[in-house]
């Protein structure tokens, strides 16, 4: 049931992450892991936050659910579009008023020289945010629809924007190039929204913007927005835990020494890979058809997904888990270590990413249980998860900076993982989730887990000669 909508935004989010991996690698072949690298990745940072939070799940959870009981749908998608807009407009020119102060915030560890250097492109970067609302905004509609490819793999656009400006300015001063990337970043913003607007036309969804505005002037509309606000709230802590903890993660990186910023975030972005193809993905294919079964009061059918969806997740994500920690050293080398990214910068990397890469199966499992609690509008009880969550993170960040260094950050998020799985599983039923396990399929998992061990370890010995 779940299979061609997680095949349509997995291959999606697969295309996009070839360009995002070809995109790093020309990154670090020609910026390295230096200041001018933290310095572009601190002011991604902040956008690239709100755009997790809003693509991968705050928006679209809050969205559907209240857009499907909204009496006057043209009306409600009208109002939470414009009001959002504008304020992100407004909060882009705050942004560019004061980056010095955002730029600080972002990361308090830079020299007053280095901060100066990077507000100029922490208020240009954060122009995408406006951008990718419009982006998250399209593709809740589309979803709604069942449409899912144009979000799907027009994400690949913002890599592809940055693809071209790393080749076209790599022969440029370290900061130029950096000037470069920074405008892709906004270029790829727009190549995303006409996009989403292309694929709006074609569904006929452009109309309930002029219905919207039209029923907009009559004063006594109402529309189902505080609901929609209520939840959404919620839902931004209960979906943003494993961004702020590496929004976090950045700000005390900065205290260490030069690259270390880079490490998390070349270590993070092969973290994400498996997280995104196949936790991301599954949970954005199958929010609807949960939330749709709940609101007839289908729950056996939507416990039956859930349990085939949490067992495809079990094998998929403990395979990755496994393989990355064993050829973590093999795959930063193969991907990354070319040009000014040093073996000692691969190192460092290596292992940050494997120190990410134990809390895959936790952050990953519970994305798909979170999504029970917000079809059944209970986003409260989420972002109350989430906070305890990030407590943990914030305690074991500062607990383990110290003794682990950079390391000591990715183990911190990791465990945190485990802290919101646990939490997670409380909340959705710890009997309903105990239905969901079998014996054969643990027995099942375990060999096949063992065999994996055996062979990753017998196929490392041979690569690592030729590397």
């Known amino acids: 049931m779940f299979i061609r909508s997680f095949f349509t935004n997995s291959m999606g989010i697969l295309v996009s992450r070839i360009f995002g991996f070809i995109r790093d690698l020309l990154t670090a072949s020609i910026l390295g892991a230096n200041i001018y690298s933290d310095i572009f990745f601190v002011a991604f940072k902040l956008p690239n936050l709100f755009r997790r939070i809003f693509a991968e799940g705050a928006f679209t959870q809050s969205f559907i659910p209240n857009f499907a009981k909204a009496k006057k749908k ?11 807009l504008g304020f992100l407009i407004l909060f882009s020119l705050f942004v560019t ?31 995408y945010l406006p951008l990718i609302f419009c982006v998250s905004f399209f593709a809740a509609m589309l979803q709604y629809k069942n449409h899912f490819a144009t979000t799907a793999f027009s994400t690949a656009l913002l890599n592809i924007a940055l ?84 929004f976090l993660d950045t700000w005390l990186a900065s205290f260490l020494a030069s690259g270390s910023i880079s490490y998390l975030y070349y270590g993070n972005r092969v973290f994400q890979l498996p997280l995104a193809l196949f936790a991301i993905a599954l949970s954005v294919g199958i929010f609807p058809k949960i939330a749709k079964m709940l609101k007839i009061g289908d729950e056996k059918r939507a416990l039956k997904l859930m349990g085939d969806s949490f067992w495809f997740l079990v094998f998929v994500l403990s395979f990755s888990m496994i393989a990355g920690v064993i050829l973590s050293d093999e795959i930063v080398k193969i991907l990354f270590q070319r040009g000014s990214f040093t073996p000692t910068n691969a190192l460092h990397t290596s292992q940050v990413l494997s120190m990410y890469l134990l809390g895959l199966l ?20 989420a972002a109350k998860i989430s906070l305890y969550s990030l407590a943990s993170n914030v305690i074991l960040s500062l607990s383990l900076i110290k003794p682990l260094g950079v390391m000591g950050l990715a183990l911190a998020s990791s465990i945190s993982g485990f802290v919101l799985f646990v939490l997670t599983i409380k909340a959705f039923g710890i009997k309903q989730f105990l239905d969901i396990i079998t014996f054969k399929k643990i027995i099942l998992l375990l060999v096949a887990v063992t065999l994996e061990i055996a062979i ?5 010995e041979i690569i690592d000669v030729y590397i």
Request: net charge positive; hydrophobic share 50%.
């Open 456 to 460: 990753l370890l017998w196929f490392k």
């Open 362 to 381: 936790p952050f990953g499992i519970s994305k798909i249980f979170s999504l029970w609690l917000y079809s059944k509008n209970q986003q409260n009880i």
């Open 74 to 84: 043209s009306l409600f998608a009208y109002k939470i579009f414009i009001r959002f």
């Open 97 to 127: 008023l004061f980056s010095d102060f955002f730029t600080r915030v972002i990361a308090i560890g830079f020299s007053q020289k280095d901060i100066k250097l990077a507000s100029t492109f922490v208020a240009i970067n954060f122009y």
């Open 163 to 246: 693809i071209s400006a790393l080749l076209l300015s790599k022969n440029l001063t370290k900061s130029q190039i950096v000037y470069a990337m920074s405008y892709a970043v906004i270029i790829g913003g727009v190549l995303q929204v006409i996009a989403h607007l292309i694929a709006l036309k074609k569904k006929r969804l452009l109309r309930i913007f002029t219905v919207g505005y039209r029923l907009s002037k009559r004063k006594r509309e109402k529309t189902h927005s505080k609901v929609f606000y209520k939840a959404f709230y919620h839902a931004i802590i209960g979906n943003s835990t494993a961004q702020i903890s590496a």
